[in-house]
Every structure is written in structure tokens, then in C-alpha cells.
């Protein structure tokens, strides 16, 4: 039997609170920011970088997780990410002004971006390698619906009390996740070996995909300012790879792209991360720009993914063994694309909410058997110092590709509306002049960026079904001995 043992759920329970709470702040303050402007008397320019502050600093931590985990032992540096981010969401709640504000949220950042990396490296070195996939049924699930539920759950609050309680509401389950940490994960032994940190690797790479994930998400630079920033922050992350695939103690250990396993599976979740994440930008501007509608509205029409997701990750995890990755991750691509494709067929100016909640309810499914399916399939051969790689590897990989796919979709579908509105963008459809014309048209520039996002995600299905189960190669590990402890 591949269940898990009274303790390994707890163990689990404990992560995954901790992990619902780091990827609820990517976006409970999306529904706030124009209160934020109201509050600080600050344009949107300057309120954003409450959420882009956010944002970089899990970039930036991403990388260092490894390496803090194999010198000071997983388990410690997770309790004092915790901690820290518990001590910066009461920061961020108390701000008197937007600096303290903003600055709060960059030390939230920093720790959030370490909790799920180390979540998952102590998630799956608490268990054998046949029940990660069970462990991950519980671990994985906040990563998936907590980008959804955050907006819900920050309306909510705004209405009944104020955006302090958005960081407020983080901090009793961070003390929570650290008294679990503290009783149920146990403590592994620090290593007496002197585990060196590459000091200049890191000054390549955390730059890099900071550089990187600033240029393709920040708004108010200009476009050329904003390309020479990507290509700066890919330059140096070129750098960062050509240096650790011949380094004998890498930040990361990057030669774990050579493995079969592993590496296919990295570039499916890239290939459906990017169109599915990216294309999330969409619904909001569809219920709030198009049919009028509230942001709550927009939010709440969220909730039957995060539904299709919880259900579907509880199924697959249990027929991953009995049927491999080809299989179900296949299935659950399959239902993302047709869930996709009918979504471009349908979609009018008119098209009812519950038929969009169905096809929302279809695609969560098809999302749950992708994402964790995929982690646990690139993860099954990994330990000790490559499982630490692996684990930081796999999200920050998933994050860029989300930054990717979201300035895709959103440069495609604002060219797209530029050119049905003569130039005028969405603000065309606040002219009372306005008729129901401009809004069809405006509706086909979705359904063509929709067309794009649904040839992605074919191609992430081609890529799954080419690939066939296949024992690992072996992965070629670092001379210096690591502790994953």
C-alpha cells in the first residue's frame, strides 16, 4: 500500500499550510490595488510594486534554497522562513506608508520563495519514492489553487474589514506551520563537512532571473529599456548554466537537465505553465471590461478550477503508479486542451457564466493532472543534494515560464484588441458610444489569443506522449558531498 502514515500526513498538513499562505500573497492584493492608490494617493506605476516587490524577492530566494538546505539542513532554514515571513506579513499590516509597505513585502517575497522549494524537498525526503506522488496530493494542491483562491479571499476581506487584514490574515497560520514544523518534522543532523557556497554563481544567476522577471512583468518601463533588461538577466543566467554544468559544488545542480526524466518533465510543465498561467490575465479582463461586471464576480468564476484541481489531484495521485505519467499527465492534458478549445468556440459578449464555470471546472481537472503528476514523475529518481536541486529547479523553472507566458498573452491580445479598436485598446469600450459590435470584435481578439495559448498546450502534449517511460540516466553528481538533512 502507497498510503500515507499518520505522520507523513501531518508532515504534509504542515507544509502544505505553509505553502498556501506563501502562494495566497502572489495575489490576495490583486483585487486591492486601486484601494492602495487611494490610500497612498500614488499612481498604479508606484502601487504595483506592492505586488512586483512581492514577486521578485521569491524569484531572487528561489535559487538559494538548494544550497541553504544542504549547508544548514532543510528543516532549519524552512523554520526560519516561516518565521521571517510571519514577522514581515505583521510588518506589512502595520505600514504607516507605501515605502514601509512595499519594502515589507520584498522580505515577504524573500521567504516565500524559499517555503515551497524546502516544502517540497523535506515532502518528498519524508517518504519512499513511491508514495511522493501521495505526499504531493496534500503538498501540491495550495500550489495550484491558491493563485486562484487569493483574489477571492482578498475581496472578501476589503469588504468585511481592511486591506491591513490582507498581510494580517498570514500570520496565525505561519506561527501555526512553525509549532507543526517544530513537533512532527524531525530534525536531521547538520553536516560537519564545510559545504562551500558558490558565491559567484549566485551573483549570476539571482540577478539574472530577477532582471528577468522584472523586464517581462513591469509595465511602466519603456519596451526597450524593458528588453535590454531580459537580455541582461538571460545573458547572466547563461553564464550562471555554462559555469555549473562544470562546477564540482553548483548553486544548482543544472546537469540534472541532462536526465531524461527529469528533463522531459521540465519542459512539459514549462510548456503548459506558461499558456495556462499566462492566459489567466484574460477572464478578469472578459467579466470587468467586456460583460461590466465586478472584480469579486471575476474572482468567484476562479472557484470551479480550484474545485476541478483538488478533485482531479486526489485521482490522479492514486493512478499515477498503476498507470505512469504518459498516461494521466496525457489525460489531463487532453481535457485542458479541449476545455481551451471549447472555451475559443463559445465564447461571445453573452456567453453564460455557468457554461464558463463547467469548462473552468474541465480545465482545473486537466490542470491537477499535469502539474503535480509532472513534478512527482521529475522528481521520482532524486535525492540527497539532487532532490535539494531538483526542488528549487523545478518551481523557479515553472515561475519564469509563468512571467513568459503572461507578457506573450498579454502583448498578443493587446495588439490584437489595438487592432479591432482602431488603436484605442480597451478603453474603447468605456465610450458610450460604444456598441455591442465593438464588443464582438473585441471578444475575437480573446478567442485568437486563446487559439495561440491552445497550439502551446498541444505541443506540451506532443512532447508528453513522444516521451516513454524509460529508466532515469544517471544524473552526474557534484565531487562535494551535500546533506539534504
Do not use: C, K
Amino acid at each position: 500500500m502507497n498510503r500515507l502514515t499518520g505522520q507523513e500526513l501531518r508532515i504534509a498538513s504542515v507544509i502544505a499550510l505553509g505553502g498556501l499562505m506563501a502562494v495566497l500573497d502572489t495575489t490576495i492584493v490583486a483585487v486591492a490595488l486601486p484601494q492602495f492608490m487611494t490610500t497612498f494617493s500614488a499612481p498604479l506605476t508606484t502601487i504595483q510594486w506592492i505586488a512586483t516587490a512581492y514577486a521578485l524577492g521569491m524569484v531572487a530566494a528561489m535559487p538559494l534554497a538548494a544550497t541553504l538546505a544542504q549547508r544548514w539542513g532543510a528543516r532549519r532554514v524552512y523554520l526560519a522562513a516561516l518565521l521571517v515571513f510571519a514577522v514581515a506579513s505583521a510588518g506589512a499590516g502595520a505600514a504607516g506608508d507605501l515605502g514601509w509597505l512595499i519594502a515589507a513585502r520584498a522580505v515577504q517575497g524573500l521567504a516565500g520563495g524559499l517555503i515551497n522549494p524546502l516544502g517540497m524537498t523535506i515532502g518528498f525526503g519524508a517518504v519512499a519514492p513511491e508514495r511522493r506522488g501521495r505526499m504531493t496530493t496534500i503538498t501540491g494542491l495550495p500550489l495550484l489553487i491558491g493563485p486562484i483562491l487569493g483574489p477571492v479571499l482578498g475581496g472578501v476581506l476589503l469588504d468585511s474589514a481592511s486591506w491591513r487584514m490582507l498581510f494580517f490574515i498570514t500570520v496565525p497560520p505561519a506561527l501555526l506551520a512553525i509549532v507543526g514544523v517544530l513537533r512532527w518534522v524531525p530534525a536531521g543532523p547538520l553536516s560537519t563537512e564545510r559545504i562551500p557556497i558558490d558565491f559567484v554563481g549566485g551573483l549570476l544567476l539571482v540577478p539574472g532571473v530577477v532582471a528577468v522577471a522584472y523586464g517581462l512583468s513591469e509595465e511602466s518601463t519603456g519596451a526597450t529599456i524593458r528588453t535590454s533588461i531580459v537580455l541582461v538577466g538571460l545573458a547572466l543566467i547563461t553564464a550562471f548554466v555554462r559555469r555549473s554544468w562544470r562546477h564540482h559544488a553548483p548553486l544548482l545542480n543544472v546537469r540534472l537537465l541532462r536526465d531524461r526524466t527529469f528533463g522531459r518533465n521540465a519542459v512539459i510543465l514549462v510548456l503548459y505553465a506558461a499558456p495556462y498561467f499566462g492566459s489567466m490575465l484574460l477572464m478578469p479582463t472578459y467579466v470587468q471590461v467586456i460583460r461590466g461586471d465586478s472584480a469579486l464576480i471575476s474572482a468567484l468564476l476562479g472557484v470551479p478550477a480550484a474545485i476541478g484541481m483538488g478533485v482531479s489531484i486526489q485521482i490522479a495521485a492514486r493512478v499515477l503508479e498503476r498507470f505512469g505519467p504518459r498516461i494521466v499527465v496525457g489525460t489531463g492534458l487532453s481535457l485542458a486542451i479541449v476545455a481551451t478549445g471549447l472555451t475559443t468556440l463559445v465564447l461571445t459578449p453573452e456567453t453564460p457564466y455557468l457554461l464558463l464555470a463547467i469548462l473552468g471546472v474541465v480545465q482545473g481537472a486537466g490542470t491537477g493532472a499535469i502539474m503535480m503528476p509532472t513534478i512527482v514523475s521529475a522528481g521520482r529518481n532524486l535525492h540527497g543534494s539532487d532532490l535539494a536541486s531538483g526542488s528549487a529547479i523545478l518551481p523557479l523553472t515553472s515561475t519564469i515560464a509563468t512571467a513568459v507566458g503572461t507578457t506573450a498573452v498579454s502583448a498578443v491580445f493587446t495588439a490584437l484588441t489595438a487592432a479591432a479598436t482602431d488603436g484605442r485598446g480597451l478603453a474603447a469600450l468605456a465610450d458610450p458610444a460604444s456598441d455591442a459590435t465593438l464588443s464582438a470584435e473585441v471578444v475575437s481578439a480573446y478567442r485568437v489569443t486563446l487559439f495561440g495559448v491552445l497550439a502551446v498546450m498541444v505541443i506540451a502534449l506532443v512532447v508528453r506522449l513522444r516521451t516513454r517511460p524509460a529508466l532515469a540516466a544517471p544524473v552526474a553528481e557534484p565531487t562535494t558531498v551535500r546533506s539534504a538533512a
